[in-house]
């Protein structure tokens, strides 16, 4: 698709810049044609600065730079999605995001889940938190319910019971997220295992 340079008067097209990894929104910048075109050359994001009336390489004085992932154009030609690999924060305060937000991977409702395990690990005197007394009775019985709910899933798995087989799923998941956090570890630390694989 071809970019609509022309459709606003200056010239100039959004562009969203968006963590290749995380895909965190970084910031907004805008870019002109030439811009485009030397983001293209370099591998590196180069806007055009409304307010310094020129190009400008993001991190050309700071060093934090925006490597070039991928671009993509939405469906009216005049705005881009820039995916891309961050070195250092984005923003000029020194934040990783222009927003303030730390620009770090998460996963949705796991990682709420991750939080509340982690808050049950924190005060395990909790005697109503199931979780809480998996951690008061040490790792051995951590791994063994792990164990069990894996044996459960395959069990499930050979059966045509499609919502006994979700639940014991979720039931696993549940429980090696706990595994996880028992012997100090997160989702990260997994994915990070993957991607070193891949």
């Avoid at 293209?40 to 009336?53: D, G, I």
């Avoid at 925006?66 to 924060?89: A, H, S």
């Avoid at 690990?121 to 069990?148: H, P, T």
């Avoid at 894996?150 to 059966?159: G, L, R, S, T, Y």
Wanted: with cysteine; aromatic share 8%; hydrophobic share 35%.
């Amino acid at each position: 698709m071809k970019i609509d340079f022309n459709k606003n008067n200056d010239g100039l097209v959004p562009a969203i810049i968006q963590d290749a990894s995380t895909k965190n929104v970084l910031m907004l910048g805008y870019m002109n044609e030439e811009a485009y075109q030397k983001t293209l050359e370099t591998k590196e994001v180069t806007f055009y600065s409304r307010s310094k009336q020129r190009l400008w390489k993001k991190g050309e004085e700071s060093g934090n730079i925006l490597k070039l992932k991928d671009i993509n154009i939405d469906c009216d030609k005049d705005t881009l999605l820039i995916t891309v690999d961050p070195v250092g924060p984005t923003c000029h305060t020194g934040t990783d995001t222009c927003w303030g937000k730390n620009n770090v991977q998460t996963y949705g409702f796991l990682s709420e889940l991750e939080s509340v395990i982690r808050s049950r690990k924190e005060n395990q005197e909790d005697e109503e938190s199931y979780v809480a007394s998996l951690f008061r009775k040490g790792i051995n019985k951590v791994a063994q319910k792990v164990g069990e709910e894996a044996v459960e899933v395959v069990i499930e798995a050979k059966d045509d019971n499609e919502e006994l087989f979700l639940n014991e799923s979720a039931d696993l998941l549940f429980h090696y997220l706990i595994l996880l956090q028992a012997k100090g570890y997160m989702l990260s630390d997994i994915e990070n295992v993957l991607k070193s694989r891949s």
